[in-house]
Nanobody
Framework: QVQLVERGGGLVQPGGSLRLSCAAT????????MAWYRQAPGKQREWVAT???????NVADSVKGRFTISRDNAENTVYLQMNSLKAEDTAVYYC?????????WGQGTQVTVSS
C-alpha cells in the first residue's frame, strides 16, 4: 500500500522560511507528476506548484519568487522550499503524486505564519 508521508510544517514568523518534504512509501511505479496544494481555513484547496519527472516546474502566481519545488526521483520524494512567508500562506499543505494509473495524496501538514 502506498502512503505519502509529509514533514516540515510548523509555526513560523512572517518573513521566515520552511521546507516541506513528502516521501512515498510502499510500491509506487513511475511517478510522472509531483505537486503541492494547500487549503486555508474556510477556503477551497488550491494548487501551489508542480514538477514533472524531467524537472520542469510551474508555480502559482501567489507564491512565485518565494516558493521552490524540487524532487528526488530515486527517493520518490518531493520538496517545497518556502521563503518570505506571509500570513496568507497559512494553510494545510498537501502533496500529490500521480502516475499514469494512480493518484496519491498525503495527509497534510499544517503551516502557520504568525508573529
Amino acid at each position: 500500500q502506498v502512503q505519502l508521508v509529509e514533514r516540515g510544517g510548523g509555526l513560523v514568523q512572517p518573513g521566515g522560511s520552511l521546507r516541506l518534504s513528502c516521501a512515498a512509501t510502499g510500491s509506487i511505479f513511475s511517478i510522472n507528476v509531483m505537486a503541492w496544494y494547500r487549503q486555508a481555513p474556510g477556503k477551497q484547496r488550491e494548487w501551489v506548484a508542480t514538477i514533472e519527472r524531467a524537472g520542469s516546474t510551474n508555480v502559482a502566481d501567489s507564491v512565485k519568487g518565494r516558493f521552490t519545488i524540487s524532487r528526488d526521483n530515486a527517493e520518490n520524494t518531493v520538496y517545497l522550499q518556502m521563503n518570505s512567508l506571509k500570513a496568507e500562506d497559512t494553510a494545510v499543505y498537501y502533496c500529490n503524486m500521480r502516475s499514469s494509473v494512480s493518484d496519491y495524496w498525503g495527509q497534510g501538514t499544517q503551516v502557520t505564519v504568525s508573529s
